[in-house]
């Protein structure tokens, strides 16, 4: 750490290989707990009915919930044998691969039955993917950094065409 760093009293915020923040990674997490919940709640609402694809939406739909609680918060699934081990292979996924994964899981319900019960139960496990999505994509750039580059590029345009006004004469 440098000088300044020790004065101002600020550390460079820590991230792990995926380059997600700590505070990132809990919202993801708090993320995927709420959709579970909201999954969970509005499958067992969307079971109570006689149409045969709404009860498989809502089957899917509780399936969702566990596969959340399975993957962001195993603690809630310590009745299960294999639930740390399920949670540890999900954690060495990358970011657009569980992005992929959640929003591929919370759309399946809603085309098997689209209803208000399943647009709003999956939401938030959408939200929590696109989040993941969001975080694959990477940090955004600096603004210095931005115009440096700028000003490189327009110095290479300027020599670039300079050079060919020469040939042309």
């Known amino acids: 750490m440098s000088s300044a760093e020790d004065v101002a009293g600020t550390a460079p915020v820590k991230e792990e290989g995926d380059g997600m923040s700590w505070w990132y990674r809990w919202l993801c997490k708090i993320?995927?707990?709420?959709?579970?919940?909201?999954?969970?709640?509005?499958?067992?609402?969307?079971?109570?009915?006689?149409?045969?694809?709404?009860?498989?939406?809502?089957?899917?739909?509780?399936?969702?919930?566990?596969?959340?609680?399975?993957?962001?918060?195993?603690?809630?699934?310590?009745?299960?044998?294999?639930?740390?081990?399920?949670?540890?292979?999900?954690?060495?996924?990358?970011?657009?691969?569980?992005?992929?994964?959640?929003?591929?899981?919370?759309?399946?319900?809603?085309?098997?039955?689209?209803?208000?019960?399943?647009?709003?139960?999956n939401a938030i496990a959408f939200a929590t993917g696109v989040l993941y999505g969001l975080a694959s994509l990477g940090k955004k750039g600096d603004a210095v950094g931005y115009a440096r580059l700028q000003h490189q590029k327009q110095g290479d345009e300027e020599k670039l065409t300079g050079t060919t006004d020469e040939v042309l004469q």
């Open 31 to 121: 993320a995927g707990v709420l959709g579970g919940i909201s999954c969970a709640i509005a499958g067992i609402w969307n079971c109570v009915t006689i149409y045969p694809l709404n009860i498989a939406a809502g089957v899917w739909m509780v399936l969702n919930a566990f596969i959340l609680f399975l993957c962001e918060v195993p603690f809630c699934c310590q009745f299960i044998e294999f639930a740390n081990a399920v949670a540890a292979r999900a954690d060495k996924l990358r970011p657009w691969q569980k992005a992929f994964f959640y929003c591929g899981m919370a759309l399946f319900p809603i085309l098997l039955s689209l209803s208000i019960t399943t647009l709003l139960g």
